[in-house]
């Protein structure tokens, strides 16, 4: 990873003496180009809805798993900030992971349902939202979905849906937010297209962010967000628990590995679950890497700087297809363990350095931007948003 960052920095380097940061000290002047003060916005404007959406798609609409108790704030906040990368580099992986969730959410309120289980429920247990405090060894457990069954039998477990919105911090105004602020930045961006308006680089990047998050957020609908705390049982763990240690480790499966949850810890099993993820891991990779395509229209200061988006944003739509011609070969014998190991590993290295090269460049290009890039579509100004 430091080989990696030092690459990107030195190619940030031979840029720069080229010119590229040449003129950001100008950036809250840039605006005077604006024909019509009434329409005007300015670098900073640009710069500042950009990454008010990206925010709202990544950090705000993170649907994380009940944290492991006992863990203090900070511990909360890296945690939080590890998924934020994660979505600002991979964001579908998360999407892979909101769609398996999901399914998993599906399937476990349809195996409830005559107990009035909803897709909330579903949610809620797969997040390790259930708790038991044994009394007889005075030890808390989380229920894995599999064994609630008994439980509910036996009328241990009432739990109704308004006890987990109650839990939820994920109120109207918060994924109202959310909706807003990225429907805002589509419309807008529709507005420009129709009035034959450019469009930066940075802005097509967070149109990227925005339409996976509008996939995302719909699949995470009905998750509660920002449960800290499960909803604590006091009774006898059943018989029907009998593997205590795996209760135990049941903690660190909800709330330490929801990645992992993808199948990719254990390549040798590849069932439907296992081909849906890499079918949406491919298709999502590929949607995001063509939108960057399409910022080929828009305006770079430099030819360079052209070329490399060019690369970048190509890499980023070649590779998840190579990844997934690579996994259906392996899966068909066609290709060798260590074939498969060499492309996951190149979309492991080469990937994550495309993604980052496109989120510099997407800043760097804004030092020098046609005079109409500043002028705005003024019935957007309406619609609710910072």
């Known amino acids: 990873m430091l080989s990696t960052a030092n690459t990107l920095l030195g190619v940030i380097v031979c840029l720069s003496e080229h010119g590229v940061y040449a003129g950001f000290a100008d950036l809250d002047q840039s605006g005077k180009s604006c024909r019509d003060l009434g329409d005007c916005r300015n670098t900073w404007d640009i710069i500042w809805s950009c990454l008010a959406t990206i925010f709202s798609c990544t950090w705000v609409a993170l649907h994380l798993n009940v944290p492991k108790q006992g863990k203090g704030e900070l511990w909360k906040f890296g945690r939080h900030a590890f998924y934020f990368m994660v979505a600002l580099i991979a964001p579908e992986l998360m999407i892979a992971l909101a769609h398996k969730q999901r399914s998993m959410a599906k399937k476990i309120a349809a195996e409830h349902k005559d107990y009035g289980w909803t897709l909330a429920h579903g949610f809620f247990a797969n ?10 060894d005075g030890k808390d457990y989380l229920i894995h ?17 308004k006890e987990i919105r109650d839990k939820s911090k994920g109120d109207a105004l918060t994924k109202g937010f959310v909706v807003v602020q990225t429907t805002w930045f589509i419309l807008q961006l529709i507005a420009r297209t129709l009035q034959h308006l450019p469009i930066t680089e940075l802005e097509f990047a967070t149109l990227a962010f925005a339409i996976l998050n509008g996939a995302t957020y719909s699949m995470w609908w009905e998750k509660p967000l920002g449960v800290h705390h499960p909803i604590v049982l006091t009774m006898p763990i059943r018989v029907v628990d009998e593997d205590v240690e795996n209760q135990e480790k049941c ?15 254990h390549p040798g099993v590849r069932n439907e679950e296992y081909r849906a993820t890499y079918h949406i891991l491919a298709a999502v ?17 430099t030819p360079s700087e052209k070329l490399l988006w060019q690369i970048a944003s190509v890499t980023t739509v070649v590779l998840p297809l190579t990844i997934a011609v690579a996994e259906l070969l392996s899966e068909q014998g066609r290709l060798s363990n260590n074939g498969r190991a060499i492309s996951i590993a190149l979309l492991g290295t080469i990937y994550p350095i495309a993604r980052l090269f496109l989120l510099v460049l997407a800043f760097t290009t804004l030092r020098s931007l046609p005079p109409d890039s500043y002028t705005t579509v003024r019935w957007t100004a309406f619609i609710p948003h910072i």
């Open 127 to 136: 997040m390790g939202g259930i708790m038991v405090h044994d009394t007889n």
């Open 145 to 161: 979905p599999d064994n609630i069954c008994a439980y509910l039998r036996d009328g241990q477990i009432i739990i109704t849906e």
């Open 251 to 265: 903690q660190q499966e909800y709330n330490h590995h929801q990645l992992s949850s993808l199948g990719f810890a």
């Open 285 to 301: 990779g590929v949607l995001f890497g063509s939108i960057h395509c399409i910022a080929w229209i828009s305006y770079f200061p």
